[in-house]
DNA sequence: TCCGGGCGTGAAAGCGCTCTCAAGCGAAAA
DNA sequence: TTTTCGCTTGAGAGCGCTTTCACGCCCGGA
């Protein structure tokens, strides 16, 4: 810094604030420093930095899932899942015009005091988290650290915190209204972990609609939101009811599972069974025949999860806030 | 710092060396901080002390992968293939000791203009890089850069770095072995991208084997080591050579995608056609019948790559160092 | 011509830590 | 008892940056 400042003509105090873009700096001044700091590849030291503004320009996206180490591990988990990527990109994009980074920390939602250490260093300015199990501390942990963060869905235990969140059970509603309008009748549905929130409030959601037009006892199962949970989840679905028509699936990457196990016990999608998945994610497209679901806007979310957590670390006393998305019938091949 | 140095009566120097662990401390002195940290809660400014060390303490994996607009996203894949995860598990498991953070930074392979400018800015004191794509310039530019880094495969143009890579030839030989043993007569290939050296070494590995044993001509075909592109170049494969009785995959992901093209037509697996993968990653148990595959242990090998990185960042002096792994065949159902 | 106000700039303090260097202390050796 | 050595501790500088504060300069009004 202080080579540009010599290179430059200047003192250091005007290099600084040339770099922050600072206005009091005269038009020709600037040009001169900026020059300099070309010519010499000048970059400033981030720890310097962040030492004195106490500001990292970095947030961290935690994403914390259950690990079952005989099953499938929470990192296989997370980059097996198209719903993470999504979130990462929508979270990266509405970031980059604010020149804050983010720093992507997966975790098992049973462990996690490395996260909190890492938090509580000071590493990041705040925090986005996708956190769904009911019983995970770390959002509340996380709000205890008093560090600005966001949670991506409704805390399953309330908190002060703000969130976003698509209306869940207006898309189970969706999904319900699309398949009776098809004629289905004998309806079921594959639901997500019940022990989180998007889980029970879509189980919920495609039950009262249909309760309300007096279908009761609509058969369900829970699932696990893994394509091979999906299959299995399908199979014995079928074997206790096998005159279903309409089948409501809590994810697209179960659909995939429960679709391939549907057409192989014989069964045509959609005409001898129709399914509507949930997500619209590429999971969907993957699937044969494609997949009708209920899109819920993950990348606009997450921008928007980003965008509420950038306004808290700006003015830290501001209360929390939560959105709620629309969910929308994404109608394709099977359903 | 100031507080705790107080309320255990010494300097902050000793607090200091407490903090670090430096040897020269009485235990009773010690303790005595230790218990005054612990009251007062105090956590180190990780921004000051980088700002002395010239350490973060935390190293890169960047995660470079080319954007498919129309296709799907870089994100979308990196969230997608599981053989990420195993990456980053195996690296986190090797830094835990150190006591080093892992910053994953996926990024689009034809723009990482943000990646360079976060490298310079210090924030990592390594980097590791998983980037196959040939054309990528990211191993030359970080090489450039000056900072340590470990690059997760054979470089395609050769360069003066790191880098620890699973014996491609080897593996695809291990698979047409298998194949041959089985009696299979009329092989093929699905190969990877052929830009990528795990591409078209697995393939020329595959062929050259082959070629000795007097099979020539062997048909393949090129795929994107994805599930949907294993998927469709199954079928033209087919579609072209009906009488195919081995095929080798070079991917999990695409082998899932073609044990269902090739059950999709009819075909029997293994009996018809036998199958072999590559990688033995969780896509291999997803398959139906269960995959028989090649394993690369990439925990390990990324585990290598952080230790390797470690010594790197320790000593920056070293020479570079190569580390190449053995695939072995596991035998499962499809082959 | 002189004076006051504002704008642009520089000097210097200080962010919280590490680490060198010197000093102090006790024990071992003479 | 005196000297010396080694080990532990404290004082203080300094890491690279931002930011306050004060100063100097230029311009407009008197």
């Known amino acids: 810094m202080d080579q540009v400042a010599e290179a430059a003509g200047v003192s250091r105090a005007t290099v600084s604030r040339v770099i922050n873009g ?18 010499t590849g000048y970059v400033p030291n981030v720890a310097a930095r962040s030492l004195v503004t106490r500001k990292s320009n970095s947030v961290a996206l935690v994403i914390s899932e259950p690990d079952r180490p005989h099953n499938s591990s929470f990192l296989n988990r997370i980059f097996t899942d198209p719903y993470f990527g999504r979130i990462t990109a929508g979270a990266t994009g509405a970031l980059r015009p604010h020149d804050v980074h983010l720093v992507i920390i997966p975790t098992d939602s049973t462990d996690h005091h490395h996260v909190i250490r890492y938090l509580r260093q000071g590493h990041v300015d705040g925090v986005l988290l996708i ?19 966001v949670v991506s869905a409704r805390p399953a235990s309330p908190l002060a915190a703000s969130f976003v ?8 509603r969706l999904a319900a209204e699309h398949l009776l309008s098809r004629g289905c009748r004998r309806l079921a549905t594959i639901s997500g972990p019940l022990d989180i929130p998007a889980g ?11 309760a309300n037009r007096g279908l009761v006892d609509v058969p369900s199962i829970e699932g696990d939101f893994t394509r091979h949970g999906g299959e299995e989840c399908a199979r014995r679905l079928l ?11 809590a994810s697209d990457l179960m659909s995939e599972g429960a679709l391939r196990a549907v057409q192989d016990l014989g069964r045509r999608v959609p005409d001898d069974i129709a399914v509507v998945g ?11 025949p494609l997949l009708t679901t209920i899109r819920q806007p993950v990348e606009e979310m997450a921008a928007e999860m980003a965008e509420v957590l950038m306004a808290h670390i700006a003015s830290p006393g501001r ?11 994404v109608i394709r091949e099977s359903a």
């Open 131 to 149: 956190s769904s199990h009911e019983q995970d501390p770390l959002p509340r942990q996380v709000h205890e650290l008093g560090i600005p963060a």
């Open 200 to 210: 029970s409030d879509r189980l919920d959601g495609f039950r009262s609609f249909l």
């Open 239 to 249: 074997a206790e009811h096998p005159d279903i028509d309409g089948l409501f699936v």
């Open 278 to 288: 949930f997500d619209d994610s590429s999971a969907a497209l993957d699937c044969r």
């Open 319 to 329: 209360l929390p806030r939560s959105v709620t998305f629309q969910p929308t019938l």
């Open 165 to 172: 969140d698509v209306d869940q059970r207006l898309g189970a």
């Open 22 to 39: 600072a206005p009091s700096v005269d038009a020709k001044i600037r040009e001169i420093v900026q020059r300099a700091i070309a010519d």
